[in-house]
């Protein structure tokens, strides 16, 4: 294996376990920027010593009793808790990377950290970019395009969130009920936002990351089961399961992807379906005006009920994605609606919405702009402007099996002129 072959590997594994890594930590010495600090010694340790020594049989635990060790020599070091922590350190001396069980209490480890992060002393900007840097492994750069923010805004958040819970000594736990409640709609943002991330990556080499879906669903299964009468929690639940259908087809067996319209929806999973259409109907059932996680979710479950794309019913998807602009609006529904008006309607009014978005400040550097924009005017036949639309698609995008589908769809359009 060449040193860059396993520089990627290494960052592969990095984005799979950093999460569960900063978990264990976080609940070890009860300091979320500490807890980053030694999973990523652990990372440094392993970019030196596996492109020699080869990738290790279970990379994960490997990572999780380096960082470990990491943190009882810290431990140790501080004398003002020498005390408190010599019993813990003496246990934790015991585990190596041949009996670290990975998945053994790591689940609530999680939903802790979310918690944590998703703490009302937190701003709703600086819990999304605390939980996209903790529980995403997403960089400044990657959540500042996620966000729409600049690069350096992201930053001030994140280092101004560690410090904020780390001064108001925030508690390593999943709260009481009544706190739980109020603290519910920061901690079904986490989750969306861990979801959307594994379902279409806004960086690397992967076009979904399906083990960052998958654990947002288990959270959301959890969040469920402890909060049983809030219809926005089984929404989320239904549209990450519907969603999660989708996954096995999303990308070819070379990893290209497969955009909905092209997918085979006979391979499908019916199981999440038949989960995300019952989580769908728990949340109708509880007699409140649908939010904004439901409503996705029932566009997702046009999809899902349609067995051909012919089949989809675009009229009621734009008319929900009308209804979402009302109790979320924002650029990017505004995007989603037009994508609804034009498979409805026709793409002329599609491409009337996405030029009033081109004046949005927030939209400057979010490539689906242009890619919806280039998709509108190739289905009009005004291909040279499409092409041109793809290639700038191209050029802001950080995914590079996107980079390399926008790329192709221009070289179409190029081949029409």
């Known amino acids: 294996m060449t040193k860059s072959d396993a520089k990627r590997t290494i960052e592969t594994i990095w984005r799979m376990e950093s999460a569960k890594l900063i978990a264990a930590l976080t609940r070890m010495v009860r300091d979320v920027e500490l807890a980053e600090d030694l999973a990523h010694d652990a990372l440094v340790i392993a970019l030196e010593r596996w492109p020699k020594t080869g990738i290790p049989e279970k990379p994960g635990a490997w990572l999780m009793t380096t960082a470990k060790r990491r943190a009882i020599d810290f431990l140790r070091r501080n004398r003002l808790r020498n005390q408190k922590y010599e019993q813990l350190a003496y246990e934790q001396d015991l585990y190596t990377e041949d009996n670290v069980d990975l998945d053994k209490g790591i689940g609530d480890d999680l939903l802790r950290l979310i918690f944590m992060t998703c703490h009302p002393v937190l701003s709703q900007d600086a819990r999304v970019a605390l939980t996209l840097r903790l529980l995403c492994g997403l960089t400044t750069d990657e959540i500042a395009r996620s966000v729409l923010t600049s690069e350096s805004t992201v930053a001030q958040r994140i280092v101004r969130a560690k410090k904020t819970l780390r001064s108001a000594n925030v508690p390593f736990e999943v709260p009481a009920k009544d706190e739980l409640n109020a603290r519910l709609s920061s901690v079904l943002a986490v989750i969306y936002i861990m979801f959307n991330e594994g379902y279409s990556a806004s960086s690397g080499g992967d076009w979904i990351r399906p083990l960052l879906c998958q654990e947002a669903l288990r959270l959301g299964r959890i ?195």
């Open 223 to 417: 969040i469920a089961e402890l909060i049983p009468n809030e219809p926005e929690v089984h929404g989320l639940v239904a549209l990450m399961e519907i969603q999660s259908s989708r996954l096995k087809t999303r990308v070819s067996s070379s990893g290209e992807p497969i955009l909905l319209m092209d997918q085979n929806r006979a391979k499908w999973d019916q199981l999440h379906i038949r989960r995300g259409l019952a989580a769908l109907e728990r949340s109708q059932k509880l007699g409140r005006e649908l939010g904004p996680y439901s409503l996705q979710a029932a566009i997702s479950a046009c999809h899902a009920e349609a067995s051909t794309p012919e089949e989809t019913n675009w009229t009621r998807i734009a008319a929900l994605y009308e209804a979402l602009s009302m109790v979320m609006p924002s650029p990017i529904v505004e995007l989603n609606r037009a994508v609804a008006i034009s498979m409805a309607f026709g793409p002329v009014y599609g491409l009337q919405i996405v030029d009033e978005l081109y004046e949005e400040p927030s939209l400057k550097e979010y490539h689906l702009l242009p890619s919806i924009r280039g998709d509108f005017l190739m289905k009009l036949g005004r291909f040279e402007e499409a092409r041109m639309e793809f290639q700038k698609a191209a050029a802001m995008t950080r995914n590079e099996r996107e980079r390399e589908l926008l790329l192709k769809r221009a070289t179409e359009c190029e081949a029409e002129i």
